[in-house]
């Protein structure tokens, strides 16, 4: 153990990474499976104790998506006031939070000669008869005597006059846009010989809209795309339509479209759709399999003696990647289409609950500790003696809860737990560092409120588990 915290003193002297998946202990198998399913947009089935990990790993995966394209907005149906209209709009790229600025397009600067042909004769550059170069201050093409700019050619009407008037003081554009595949390319002259290129967003982008009494957002680009679901509420899940007294009526009642609240499906349009204890949802789970079969699924009010029940929006975008979790019993309660589903447009990944005894993985518990103590921010930093302490409890967790003799725990939240009260201790005695023997005052307290199964260990069931169903994978 030595050998591990040689150099440290304190888990001070720890570096922690900043990629959230690389904080992720213990689980490199499921680690690189969420890598490659985010990569490709995969529905993931998560399995395993409680503590493991599980939560952690989707949050990590959706630090990893780009940001949301799309909002979705609902506007008012003047025809049939109980149907209104849902609308997907393409957001600006450059406005969404999680970009960051090296991702913006840089501005470059080229020379005259690498414009395209048409590009150069309308900024003046070339001629369009010969394709001679000048300067644009040169109405007059200096190898042709031509004029640079083909409609002066045309008939000298009044306005064409005009035009050539205030062209032959100015005469090329200072700028002109095009499109090349799915950018507009907006060529700026600066100086005489460089023009500065500007790329700009995706071309079909819309002008955003305004929320106003006919529309409204109903999925924010703001919003967080990362939405947990636990319990089998069905409104929680598809959304609902709220009650009005008045219904839809004209002027006295709310309108539709201001009614509807959208379910967590829709709210993770683009994002992660995270469903804790996925067995829970019950029939609920036939309805999210739709949901990710089309992509879009309606809302309409789900309690029948409301007048939210008339209402209804269909084809509400919910293109959402599916991150679900369960123990292992209660796997036989997810619905067989789901589970095929998840088989195969996805990954189902057991997590581990203990990892073997190597000095690899008594560094990781040593970044695990720090990291505990980062995220915590109140704790004060290990000593080597107490880190060695903590090692020593994750050993003897294994143990005990999971029957593995050389292993260590990876029932985190638990160890965790430990590192923080034996931190409070540290912080009762007014000490600078947590000390091995706070670690084991906290062991002891832990222990003292009921041996273990009160803080939610379950010695027998997850015996079995690891029996039978080795390390990770269905
Ligand atoms: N593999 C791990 N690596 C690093 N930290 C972990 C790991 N597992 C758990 N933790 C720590 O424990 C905390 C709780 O873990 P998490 O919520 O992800 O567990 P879970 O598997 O989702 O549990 P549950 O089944 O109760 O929902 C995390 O915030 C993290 O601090
Ligand atoms: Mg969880």
């Known amino acids: 153990m030595t050998s591990i915290l040689e150099g440290i003193n304190s888990t001070a002297d720890v570096t922690l990474s900043d990629d959230p998946l690389e904080r992720v202990i213990g689980q490199q198998h499921a680690v690189s499976l969420v890598r490659s399913a985010v990569a490709q947009r995969r529905h993931i089935l998560l399995c395993g104790a409680p503590g493991i990990g599980k939560s952690m790993l989707a949050r990590a995966a959706y630090s990893l998506l780009p940001p949301p394209k799309e909002e979705i907005w609902l506007q008012r149906n003047p025809s049939q006031p109980d149907r209104p209209f849902v609308k997907a709009t393409l957001v600006e790229a450059e406005s969404c939070t999680n970009e960051s600025p090296a991702e913006k397009p840089e501005l470059t600067y080229i020379r005259p000669e690498t414009l395209p042909f048409e590009i150069a004769a309308k900024m003046g550059y070339r001629c369009?008869?010969?394709?001679?170069?000048?300067?644009?201050?040169?109405?007059?093409?200096?190898?042709?005597?031509?004029?640079?700019?083909?409609?002066?050619?045309?008939?000298?009407?009044?306005?064409?006059?005009?035009?050539?008037?205030?062209?032959?003081?100015?005469?090329?554009?200072?700028?002109?846009?095009?499109?090349?595949?799915?950018?507009?390319?907006?060529?700026?002259?600066?100086?005489?010989?460089?023009?500065?290129?500007?790329?700009?967003?995706?071309?079909?982008?819309?002008?955003?809209?305004?929320?106003?009494?006919?529309?409204?957002?109903?999925?924010?680009?703001?919003?967080?795309?990362?939405?947990?679901?636990?319990?089998?509420?069905?409104?929680?899940?598809?959304?609902?339509?709220?009650?009005?007294?008045?219904?839809?009526?004209?002027?006295?009642?709310?309108?539709?479209?201001?009614?509807?609240?959208?379910?967590?499906?829709?709210?993770?349009?683009?994002?992660?759709?995270?469903?804790?204890?996925?067995?829970?949802?019950?029939?609920?789970?036939?309805?999210?399999?739709?949901?990710?079969?089309?992509?879009?699924?309606?809302?309409?009010?789900?309690?029948?003696?409301?007048?939210?029940?008339?209402?209804?929006?269909?084809?509400?975008?919910?293109?959402?990647?599916?991150?679900?979790?369960?123990?292992?019993?209660?796997?036989?309660r997810i619905v067989p289409p789901l589970r095929s589903r998840i088989r195969g447009y996805g990954y189902e990944i057991m997590l581990n609950s203990t990892m073997s005894k190597s000095d690899q993985n008594m560094q990781d518990l040593v970044y695990f500790i720090a990291q505990t103590i980062e995220e915590d921010g109140r704790i004060p930093h290990l000593t080597t003696a107490a880190i060695e302490s903590v090692i020593k409890v994750a050993e003897e967790m294994a143990s005990r809860l999971d029957g593995q003799r050389t292993a260590f725990t990876l029932r985190l939240r638990e160890l965790g737990g430990l590192v923080r009260i034996a931190g409070d201790i540290a912080v009762q005695d007014s000490e600078d560092l947590v000390l091995s023997e706070h670690v084991l005052k906290a062991e002891t307290l832990s222990r003292g409120i009921g041996n273990g199964e009160n803080l939610g260990h379950y010695p027998g069931r997850n015996r079995e588990i690891s029996k039978s169903y080795g390390d990770y994978f269905l």
């Open 128 to 332: 369009p008869a010969c394709g001679a170069f000048s300067f644009p201050s040169q109405s007059v093409c200096m190898d042709c005597h031509g004029p640079k700019r083909s409609d002066w050619s045309e008939p000298a009407s009044y306005h064409g006059l005009l035009r050539e008037l205030s062209v032959i003081s100015e005469p090329a554009q200072t700028s002109v846009t095009r499109i090349e595949g799915t950018y507009k390319l907006t060529y700026r002259r600066t100086f005489d010989d460089a023009i500065m290129v500007l790329h700009e967003r995706e071309f079909d982008i819309e002008t955003p809209q305004i929320e106003n009494d006919d529309n409204r957002v109903l999925v924010s680009r703001d919003s967080s795309r990362f939405v947990h679901v636990s319990g089998s509420s069905p409104v929680e899940l598809l959304g609902d339509v709220k009650h009005d007294p008045y219904g839809s009526a004209e002027s006295l009642g709310m309108a539709a479209h201001l009614r509807v609240v959208p379910g967590a499906i829709h709210e993770a349009h683009e994002g992660i759709l995270y469903v804790d204890e996925i067995a829970s949802l019950g029939e609920y789970q036939k309805h999210l399999l739709t949901a990710m079969q089309d992509r879009k699924y309606p809302i309409s009010g789900r309690n029948p003696n409301s007048s939210g029940a008339a209402v209804r929006v269909d084809d509400i975008p919910c293109d959402f990647q599916l991150f679900a979790a369960c123990n292992v019993e209660d796997l036989p």
